[in-house]
Nanobody
Framework: QVTLVESGGGSVQAGDSLTLSCATS????????MGWFRRAPGKDREFTAA????????RYAEFVKGRFTISRDNTKNTVQLQMNDLQPEDTALYYC??????????WGQGTQVTVSS
């Protein structure tokens, strides 16, 4: 079992930056892959970014467009999402998710990001 706790959300202006963090506890095998998803109001949850523990296999959604950077600290078993040039359409509840493979079996409660124009 894995417990995930996100932090770092908030309300910002368009063009600002935020860094989300996710702390995990539990079996490290289940955090081999760590990722971020988001759910905007009235929309389905969508993949945002993910990173393997090897630090090499990294995936981003198209809408990231070079604005977001995912990273992880394997010694602390945490994952971060650096988000730059935030836009109102980035407003969403951001979730951390982990798994042994790219299947995202464990989820946090989410942290809210609100971007105003």
């Amino acid at each position: 079992q894995v417990t995930l706790v996100e932090s770092g959300g908030g309300s910002v202006q368009a063009g600002d930056s935020l860094t989300l963090s996710c702390a995990t506890s539990g079996r490290t095998l289940n955090t081999r892959v760590m990722g971020w998803f988001r759910r905007a109001p009235g929309k389905d949850r969508e993949f945002t970014a993910a990173i393997h523990e090897n630090g090499v296999d990294i995936r981003y959604a198209e809408f990231v467009k070079g604005r977001f950077t995912i990273s992880r600290d394997n010694t602390k078993n945490t994952v971060q999402l650096q988000m730059n040039d935030l836009q109102p359409e980035d407003t969403a509840l951001y979730y951390c998710a982990t798994s042994e493979r790219w299947s995202y079996e464990y989820w946090g409660q989410g942290t809210q990001v609100t971007v105003s124009s």
